[in-house]
C-alpha cells in the first residue's frame, strides 16, 4: 500500500469511515468514549491539514475536500468543550456530524478520481480497503421507502392500468432525467435540492453521485412495460419491504459481515420480510399461484432480492433488486 501515491489518502479515508460508525451512535454519558471520540477527532483532523498542505496544486478538489474534512473534525471536536450540557452536546453533534459524513463523502470521490489517474502505474494493491458509499442509519428514509414503494403497488394494483402507468412512468422518469442533469450542470441546484428540499431523506453521497430515486423509477418503468402487473408489483414491493429491513437490522446488530459492508444479520432480515411480504401478496392477489408453489415462488424471489441487495455497491440496488425480482416471478407466473 505505501507504494502507491495514494496510500496515506486511502489510509485517512478508511479510518474516517470506520470512525464515522462509532460517531453514529454517541455514548455522551461514557466518559471514556467522549474522551476517545474528541481524541480521535483532532488526530483525523491533523492528520487531514497535513495531507491539504502537501496536495498539489493542481489537485484543488482534493485539497479542498481535505480542507473541509478537517474543518469539520475540528467543529465536532470543539463542541465536546463549547456545550453547556448534555442536551445542548447532543443537538450540536447532531448537526456537526452530517458535516463529517459530507466531508468524507467529498473526500471518497476525490481519491477515488486520483485511484483512476493512476490506475494504469500504480495499480491499487487488493489490501487496501475499499471506499465506500457510507450509508448511515436514516429512518426517514426507510418510512419513505417503505411508503414510496407500497403506495406505487397500491396505486398499480387498484387504480392504474398498464398504459396509464407506463404514461406516468415515463413522464416522472423524464423529469428524473432533467433534475440529474440541472444537478450536474448547477452545484446551487444540486445544494438546494439536498440540503432543502430533499433533506430528509437525502444521503451525503447522493450529492456525488446519481439519486437512487432515478434508479428506482427507471426500474419501475422498465418493469411496467416489459412484465405483466402483478411481476412489476412484486418488483416493487421486495424493495420496498426488504431493503429498509437490510438498514435497519444491519446497521443496529450486524456486526459480522457477510460482504464488504453487509452483514449477516442485515441480509436475514431483507430475505425473511420479503419472504412474508411475496407470499402474503402472491396468497392474496395471484390467484393462479397456491400452496408449496406459493412457498417456493417467495422463497425464489427474496433470494434473488437478498443476493442483488448484497452486490448492491455494484449497481444501484434500488435498480437491481426490483428488476431481477421481477424476472425471477416473471420465470413462476
Request: positive net charge; proline residues 4%; charged residues 20%.
Amino acid at each position: 500500500m505505501n507504494s502507491h501515491p495514494a496510500a496515506a489518502l486511502f489510509d485517512i479515508t478508511s479510518q474516517l469511515y470506520q470512525f464515522m460508525n462509532v460517531l453514529q451512535r454517541p455514548k455522551l454519558l461514557d466518559p471514556t468514549w467522549v474522551a476517545k471520540a474528541k481524541l480521535q477527532c483532532d488526530h483525523l483532523s491533523k492528520q487531514a491539514l497535513l495531507l491539504q498542505e502537501n496536495a498539489a496544486a493542481r489537485q484543488k478538489k482534493l485539497s479542498a475536500s481535505l480542507e473541509a474534512v478537517a474543518k469539520s473534525l475540528e467543529s465536532y471536536s470543539h463542541a465536546f468543550e463549547t456545550a453547556r450540557n448534555k442536551k445542548e452536546l447532543k443537538k450540536e453533534l447532531k448537526g456537526r456530524y452530517h458535516s463529517v459524513v459530507s466531508g468524507y463523502e467529498a473526500l471518497r470521490v476525490s481519491v477515488k478520481s486520483m485511484q483512476r489517474e493512476y490506475a494504469a502505474s500504480h495499480p491499487v494493491p487488493k489490501t487496501v480497503p475499499k471506499l465506500v458509499k457510507f450509508k448511515g442509519t436514516n429512518y426517514p428514509r426507510n418510512i419513505y421507502h417503505l411508503v414510496n414503494g407500497t403506495s406505487a403497488v397500491f396505486l398499480y394494483q387498484y387504480f392504474l392500468t398498464q398504459s396509464q402507468a407506463l404514461e406516468l412512468l415515463l413522464v416522472v422518469s423524464a423529469l428524473a432525467i432533467v433534475l440529474e442533469s440541472l444537478r450536474k450542470l448547477s452545484p446551487k441546484f444540486n445544494d438546494f435540492l439536498l440540503d432543502r428540499l430533499f433533506k430528509v431523506v437525502a444521503r451525503p453521497w447522493e450529492r456525488h453521485h446519481v439519486n437512487s430515486a432515478t434508479y428506482f423509477t427507471l426500474a419501475l418503468t422498465l418493469m411496467v412495460w416489459a412484465f405483466p402487473k402483478p411481476v412489476a408489483e412484486l418488483g416493487c414491493l421486495v424493495l420496498a419491504v426488504g431493503d429498509p429491513a437490510a438498514t435497519v437490522f444491519g446497521k443496529r446488530w450486524g456486526t459480522l459481515k457477510l460482504w464488504r459492508e453487509k452483514s449477516y444479520v442485515g441480509t436475514a432480515a431483507f430475505f425473511g420480510f420479503s419472504f412474508f411480504a411475496v407470499w402474503g401478496f402472491v396468497l392474496g392477489w395471484v390467484p393462479q399461484i397456491t400452496g408449496l408453489s406459493a412457498v417456493a415462488l417467495a422463497l425464489s424471489v427474496a433470494f434473488v432480492g437478498a443476493v442483488a441487495e448484497v452486490l448492491g455497491s455494484l449497481v444501484d440496488d434500488n435498480f437491481t433488486i426490483p428488476m431481477f425480482c421481477a424476472l425471477m416471478a416473471f420465470v413462476w407466473l
